[in-house]
Nanobody, 114 residues
């Protein structure tokens, strides 16, 4: 059973940056489309960014130009660099495949507030 462990969240002021990491317990990066999702209170979980095996990347319109997804297959880790954060980016962030096939991790909380 693959475990996904997200980290790197925190409290940041608008305009700030955070780098999220997602460590997978198995070698899934090279064989799957990997993605970051987020869920804000009262909202459904939404796809933020995804990257496929050839490196093609898609972003939600709301984060284009601000967020960057990347992977390190050797470390079985997916990253999300988040710049110019806005209050509406506040959410719990999760990683999984796209579409999601593994059990969700606990996520990492990102709070953007002044």
């Amino acid at each position: 059973q693959v475990r996904l462990v997200e980290s790197g969240g925190g409290f940041v002021q608008p305009g700030g940056s955070l780098r999220l990491s997602c460590a997978a317990s198995g070698s899934i990066i090279s064989s799957n489309v990997m993605a970051w999702y987020r869920q804000a209170p009262g909202n459904q979980r939404e796809l933020v960014a995804r990257i496929n095996r050839s490196g093609a990347i898609n972003y939600a319109d709301s984060v284009k130009g601000r967020f960057t997804i990347s992977t390190d297959g050797a470390k079985n880790t997916v990253y999300l660099q988040m710049n110019r954060l806005k209050s509406e980016d506040t959410a719990v962030y999760y990683c999984n495949t796209a579409p999601p096939i593994f059990t969700w991790g606990l996520g990492t909380q990102v709070t953007v507030s002044s």
